[in-house]
């Protein structure tokens, strides 16, 4: 049998593609984006009827912003990351074949930009998150 002395870890990262905006960390918060994205209601923010994560679990689901507040996750240092995911994939997995339309790409991101009322450029992002 054999004994591992020192740091064990489970954790798993994965690389990233984002078109989006690098905004300061301070300007605004994911539940203000999950509210000014149609995402959620107030009422759903009550934090005696959902659990602690639920935000959280909004950016997770298919078609929603990416949203990284804290380098670990992708953003840069100092900003939040809100953007649209191109590619998102771990060490196990491949890109998959996808064909994007970049005039819609621009147009949902433009979405993104006058509902949230970002000042920040449009530029890609790439980089390696932790999962």
């Known amino acids: 049998m054999k004994v591992r002395i020192g740091f064990v ?3 798993s990262s994965s690389s990233f593609v984002v078109l989006g905006y690098a905004v300061p960390r301070d300007s605004v918060t994911k539940e203000e984006v999950a509210l000014k994205l149609g995402m959620t ?9 959902y659990p602690e994560d639920y935000v959280d679990d909004l ?3 298919e078609g929603a912003p990416w949203f990284a507040d804290n380098t670990d ?3 840069p240092k100092g900003s ?5 995911k191109l590619v998102d994939i771990s060490s196990e997995d491949g890109i998959l074949e996808q064909e994007i339309d970049f005039n819609s790409l ?8 006058t509902s949230l009322g970002l000042q920040a450029p449009l ?9």
């Open 9 to 11: 870890s489970n954790s």
């Open 41 to 49: 209601t107030k009422e759903e923010l009550d934090e005696e009827k």
């Open 59 to 61: 950016f997770y689901e």
């Open 73 to 75: 996750y992708g953003a």
């Open 80 to 84: 939040i990351l809100i953007g649209i």
């Open 106 to 113: 621009l147009a949902e991101a433009e979405v993104l930009r």
């Open 123 to 131: 530029k890609l992002y790439t980089g390696t998150r932790m999962c």
